[in-house]
């Protein structure tokens, strides 16, 4: 009942001068402010007052916006209010309308709703290019672009209900969240496929779906047990937004004499050597011509972006939150950002990309890191690219001869820099995302490299991430074209495919054996406390092998990765100090008891001993 109401408040806009009415609802017992923005022809013209006026919900100020077209309606909420539906009266001394408004009973525990941790291996979909549920609503007579799947760069037609119809195939799989990339509205008349340039902040694509079935996804997700993390773009809207022809403000969007992209370059944003010039530039330059990039120095704007985070939460039951672009977005209010949701969700977790290969620039943006100009971001956790990139070097670095730092060698040199972290825990960890080249492209389809990658992701510190399609070793269509070829179509998620990959049992050769290994360690680490939470030991080699422990009080893993063209024999007397009392052992991938005296690893391969203390 609560959904219905919620959205008929939308669905059915009045005729007269009311447009936009958002958040679409609230509830009671909130931490977080409402401040309900109303567009709408001359509404600036109208006062605002909440009916029926004895059941604890008032209005308590009312802001005028640059635009005529706007007002921003602080509303008072009491612990005891009501909940139910309520109407927004608009009256100017000559008409008088109303606008209804729900202010709906919060969920119990919703606050100490948990979130993404350790215990999570995410599986990253890109919704067009995943499944294609329902295809009636692949092209629709209100969005500009249509369905041409034999295009990269276009729509395919991919959806929540093809997303829906797999759940089952993503848990059996091992993963336990799922991080899609946005879902909401991207109106744009080519390539919007992405959905990174939003034209609603309120609205579901409708080719992709509704708001009640995002709603029902996230449902189905936690009736497996899969936790829902979703991706969020503050730092910029589509120029098709209903909003950019008309802004609230003037300084809502950044606005240049003429068209200024981003220097890319955020390190001016904690280099005490940088220019004001070259910070403005990088906060305030636009991602793309398409892409406003917004404002949030405007307080109007942070607190429409703070209630936005939490509605979809609210509303739809989240587990968490990605955040795209992160340092581009200015670094003061999007700090006061984090803060207020986790003020909302004290147990929430949020990740945001920061895609740096610097590693003392990655830390600057962790929450709590102790940073020298007194700067703390309020962000959970951050996205470990330097260790994605060492991942990628070392598989193209394989065999018995590689130079001094490379290979395997890049990975332990990463990790030894972890003492610069705040929170070893909330780090991100992958091999690939959907900007990224395939790894399945950089092991040049080799499954023993794939599967080396995996096991690092599996077994390393952090929450691992994989893109759809790695457990299979897809690999890109086209390499030259960028990155629609890499985003490739899931064979099986369209009717008349050929072949259907969600189904087991016609994987066939190498991608049968990435596929196989990749489910098993992955159910494997999903009950592994000390692959959770442990610590690491690892050990430097200069042959292009890797050994590493994983341990606490009570159990110990342990990792040999031999990425070298011959079988190595296992030095075991060389981790004495953590080893002396290891004798007997389980192979994770055979289950067999190992001893672990004179023991080979085949080339090109990975061993994961389990012990008990």
């Known amino acids: 009942m609560m959904l219905a109401v919620a959205l008929s408040a939308t669905a059915a806009k009045p005729t007269f001068e009311i447009k936009h009415v958002e958040p679409l609802s609230w509830w009671v017992g909130m931490n977080t402010p409402l401040q309900i923005m109303v567009n709408g022809e001359g509404i600036s013209d109208y006062d605002v007052t909440i009916m029926p006026e004895d059941r604890g919900v008032v209005v308590t100020a009312v802001h005028k916006a640059d635009s005529p077209n706007y007002l921003f309606v602080d509303v008072a909420i009491a612990a005891d209010a009501e909940a139910g539906s309520y109407n927004l009266c608009f009256t100017n001394g000559k008409r008088k309308y109303e606008y209804p408004y729900l202010i709906a009973s919060r969920e119990e525990g919703s606050r100490e709703r948990g979130s993404f941790t350790t215990a999570d291996w995410v599986y990253l979909i890109m919704p067009d290019r995943f499944a294609n549920g329902n295809p009636d609503n ?110 609230p403000f003037k300084d809502w969007t950044h606005q240049w004499d003429k068209y200024t992209q981003s220097n890319w370059t955020f390190s001016t944003n904690m280099d005490f050597n940088a220019s004001k010039s070259d910070l403005y530039q990088m906060e305030s330059g636009w991602f793309d011509r398409s892409m406003a990039d917004m404002n949030l120095d405007n307080p109007y704007l942070l607190h429409y972006f703070k209630q936005w985070a939490v509605w979809w939460i609210e509303f739809s039951g989240l587990d968490g939150l990605r955040v795209d672009t992160y340092p581009y977005n200015e670094k003061m209010p999007m700090s006061e950002w984090c803060k207020a949701v986790m003020a909302e969700y004290p147990n929430m977790n949020i990740v945001g990309e920061v895609w740096t290969s610097s590693i003392p620039q990655l830390a600057y943006w962790q929450g709590d890191n102790y940073n020298k100009d007194g700067f703390n971001s309020h962000l959970k956790s951050i996205m470990d690219f330097p260790l994605h990139d060492a991942i990628r070097s070392a598989m193209t670095e394989s065999g018995s001869h590689v130079g001094w730092g490379q290979g395997m060698t890049r990975i332990y040199d990463i990790l030894s820099h972890d003492f610069v972290y705040h929170d070893l825990q909330n780090m991100m960890i992958m091999a690939a995302n959907h900007d990224t080249d395939r790894i399945g492209d950089v092991c040049e389809g080799d499954s023993r490299k794939m599967k080396i990658a995996h096991t690092l992701l599996a077994t390393l510190r952090g929450m691992p991430q994989i893109l759809y399609g790695d457990e299979l070793m897809f690999r890109s269509t086209d390499r030259s074209k960028g990155h629609p070829t890499l985003r490739i179509d899931f064979p099986g998620g369209w009717k008349g495919d050929k072949r259907n990959l969600f189904d087991a049992s016609q994987h066939v050769g190498a991608e049968k054996d990435v596929y196989d290994y990749t489910r098993h360690i992955m159910n494997w680490r999903k009950e592994k406390e000390v692959i959770h939470s442990g610590k690491t030991l690892h050990f430097i080699d200069r042959n292009n092998t890797y050994a590493y422990f994983r341990y606490n009080d009570s159990d110990v893993v342990f990792v040999f990765i031999n990425n070298t063209d011959a079988a190595q024999l296992v030095p075991w007397s060389r981790y004495a100090e953590i080893a002396a009392d290891l004798t007997v052992g389980r192979d994770v991938m055979t289950g067999e008891s190992v001893t672990m005296s004179g023991v080979k690893v085949e080339p090109m391969s990975a061993l994961v001993v389990e012990f008990k203390r």
């Open 138 to 247: 692949d092209s629709t007579s209100d969005t500009a672009e249509k369905a041409q799947r034999s295009a990269p760069w276009r729509r395919h037609g991919g959806d929540l209900q093809g997303m829906m119809e797999h759940l089952d195939y993503i848990a059996d799989l091992g993963a336990t969240a799922i991080w899609s990339t946005p879902l909401l509205l991207d109106n744009e008349d080519g390539t919007s496929y992405h959905g990174y340039s939003c034209s609603d902040y309120y609205l579901i694509d409708p080719r992709f779906g509704t708001n009640e079935m995002f709603k029902e996804y996230v449902d189905e997700c936690h009736k497996r047990n899969l936790k829902v993390i979703m991706d969020i773009v503050p730092n910029h809207s589509s120029t098709t937004h209903w909003w950019y022809d008309d802004q």
